[in-house]
């Protein structure tokens, strides 16, 4: 049987309404890896975009609790650089193709105008049916070089969300 949509929202909504904190968000993530691994589910909502569209598509946002699960599909190559999603948190979830991902630590912390700079912690490769907790401020960046497919779940659109002002120590050294 099938794994919808509407499925995944109601699970996602009835996890998240019993527990908000990070063991439910890690029960979520096995919710989305079920997802991830039905081939209908990926036909339906992951579908190829045109050339210069926008990879990110809110395919449900829930209406109480403010959750979004969206559709990314990354036709090129791309890499992301150091970010959070500010008071948000979200969970990535690859259904096609691999993400290097990169966690960062803080070495000096921003205020203002002043960015909060950081430098490489961990990496490691999200690979089709992987699915990974990014915690509120949890720095993180990912490296895509084929044609991507993800789900993503977010706390809150983060279309709404003041993102922080971070930059790549090194990065900044090279300036």
């Known amino acids: 049987m099938a794994y919808t949509l509407t499925q995944l929202a109601a699970d996602i909504r009835e996890t ?7 063991a439910a968000k890690e029960k979520v993530c096995g919710y989305v890896s079920k997802s ?19 990879p990110r598509e809110v395919l449900y946002e829930d209406p109480e609790l403010g959750f979004c699960v969206c559709g990314h599909v990354y036709m090129m190559p791309a890499h992301g650089e150091p970010h959070d999603h500010g008071s948000s948190w979200a ?3 690859l259904a096609e193709g691999d993400t290097e991902m990169t966690d960062w630590k803080v070495v000096r912390k921003g205020d203002g105008a002043t960015p909060t700079l950081v430098e ?6 999200l690979r089709p049916g992987d699915a990974h907790f990014y915690d509120v401020h949890v ?6 070089d084929t044609v ?3 789900v993503r779940i977010e706390g ?4 709404h969300i003041k993102r922080s002002n971070i930059k790549a120590a090194a990065k900044v050294a090279a300036e």
Do not use: E, M
């Open 139 to 144: 720095i993180h960046s990912p490296k895509r």
């Open 156 to 159: 809150s659109n983060l279309d």
């Open 36 to 54: 991830l691994t039905d081939q209908a589910f990926i036909a339906a909502h992951l579908k190829d975009r045109a050339p210069g569209a926008h």
């Open 16 to 22: 998240l309404k019993a527990d908000s904190g990070p």
């Open 91 to 93: 969970i990535y979830g």
């Open 120 to 125: 490489p912690d961990k990496v490691y490769v």
């Open 148 to 150: 991507t497919k993800l």
